[in-house]
Antibody, heavy 119, light 108 residues
């Protein structure tokens, strides 16, 4: 069974940093475009970032551009999101998702990891 | 670039529910629908406006007309109660992805 499992969330002070991880099992993360999507408490889904299969092409939502960095480690079958200069409005559950060309959509998601930015 | 959904839709058990998603880019870009239940991962229910993945029951369907895309659930079941999000891509620049605000479907 294919799975994506996120980790690394937690409580961090404003201005702090956190690195999220997304480990794949039953699939090679390096074979796919991968994305991060977040959901603030009581709010909707918001796209955050994406990386092509080898990590050479990345894009970010305007709200995180210059603060977040998406990367991957193929040896560890892991996608990362380095989050710097965190703000209160970054508080959310962060999901990683596989983008499948067959559907031109996200067909596999993790359960998410919660990030809380608060003093 | 925005996608607009009604905040909530209510449907009687076994009846038909329609959830709309509107946005200027939808006349040129495909729309995708995801179901989200609390504590669960989002689930793809419709892709490319009206295609249904194999794991989704055929009571789910999608349609498109101009700048409005519609998710229809024919014969709504209790397990269909969830939040539904449309998603598309900004066709300017780097094709950033955008989600609608979400619609809470209540089956009564």
């Amino acid at each position: 069974e294919m799975q994506l499992v996120e980790s690394g969330g937690g409580l961090v002070q404003p201005g702090g940093s956190l690195r999220l991880s997304c480990v794949g099992s039953g699939l090679l993360v390096s074979d796919y475009w991968m994305h991060w999507v977040r959901q603030a408490p009581g709010k909707g889904l918001v796209w955050v970032s994406r990386s092509n299969s080898d990590g050479t092409r990345t894009n970010y939502a305007d709200s995180v551009k210059g603060r977040f960095i998406i990367s991957r480690d193929s040896a560890k079958n892991t996608l990362y999101l380095q989050m710097n200069s965190l703000r209160a409005d970054d508080t959310a559950v962060y999901f990683c998702a596989r983008f499948l060309v067959r559907y031109d959509a996200f067909d596999l998601w993790g359960l998410g990891t919660m990030v809380t930015v608060s003093s | 670039f925005e996608l607009t959904q009604p905040p909530s839709v209510s449907v009687s058990l076994g009846q038909t529910a329609s959830i709309t998603c509107s946005g200027a880019a939808l006349s040129k870009q495909y729309c995708y629908w995801y179901q989200k239940k609390p504590g669960q991962a989002p689930l793809l229910v419709i892709y490319k406006d009206n295609e249904r993945p194999s794991w989704i029951p055929d009571r789910f369907s999608g349609s498109s007309s101009g700048t409005i895309v519609t998710l229809t659930i024919t014969g709504a079941q209790p397990e269909d109660e969830a939040d539904y999000y449309c998603q598309s891509a900004d066709n300017r620049g780097p094709y950033d992805l955008v989600f609608g605000g979400g619609t809470t479907l209540t089956v009564v």
